[in-house]
């Protein structure tokens, strides 16, 4: 079972380059979400997605889309990365329970973003 | 919105002493509690959690966290720490608006010295 997979783990860009984070889950989570991780300021969400075909914004989503096509992948992509873009991106995924998420968030194991 | 403050940023402690990391979180509904590590080039891992009855919750490794409503506090301990407890930890919050998301704390690095 492997859980939450995030690929690339890392990856350098140049300013104005694109790319995409790919995040996949075998568990069969409804929900997904990315965050960044930057040192002093914890982890901001970024995007999230509720179920298949939706999207939502998180608290920082400016410069990101994501996609979510297919109910086990959450693709974040940045059309035109800014060094202020420089990361460490986490995916997450949880279950719905009964009456909403139960907030249990289960992680990838980061991919760290740098761009020059 | 909810929000949530962690006022340790850095602990540092010897094998054996005991820890309280603080958090405070900033809501007037429903909320539910969390507690994540994140040990030193790993992912995320829930430590505990607080949905609702008896305040006082345990988590793995020895972990214990007691929600204040009265405070609006979630405060981490554990009796006697160990080097291997050397991580971040995250106070994490949602709030039941319909869609829960989380929102963390900036986290406290943990330096437990042998």
């Known amino acids: 079972n492997a859980g939450v997979t995030q690929t690339p783990k890392f990856r350098v860009l140049k300013t104005g380059q694109s790319m995409t984070l790919l995040c996949a889950q075998d568990m069969n989570h409804e929900y997904m979400y990315w965050y960044r991780q930057d040192p002093g300021m914890g982890l901001r969400l970024i995007h999230y997605s509720v179920g298949e075909g939706t999207t939502a914004k998180g608290e920082v989503p400016d410069g990101y889309n994501v996609s979510r096509l297919k109910k086990q992948n959450f693709l974040l992509g940045l059309e035109s990365a800014a060094p202020s873009q420089t990361s460490v991106y986490f995916c997450a995924s949880s279950y719905a329970g009964t009456s909403g998420p139960t907030g249990e968030l289960f992680f990838g194991e980061g991919s760290r973003l740098t761009v020059l | 919105a909810q929000s949530v403050s962690q006022h340790n940023h850095h602990v540092i402690l010897s094998e054996a002493a005991s820890l309280e990391l603080g958090c405070n979180y900033s809501?007037?509904?429903?909320?539910?509690l969390f507690w994540y590590v994140q040990y030193p080039g790993q992912h995320l891992q829930l430590l505990l959690k607080y949905f609702s009855g008896d305040p006082l919750v345990k988590g793995i490794k020895g972990f214990e966290a007691e929600f204040i409503k009265s405070k609006f506090s979630f405060n981490l301990r554990k009796p006697s720490v160990q080097w291997s407890d050397t991580a971040e930890y995250f106070c994490a919050v949602g709030a039941w608006t319909g869609f829960q998301k989380l929102v963390f704390g900036t986290g406290t690095r943990l330096l437990v010295s042998p």
């Open positions: 809501y007037g509904g429903t909320v539910n």
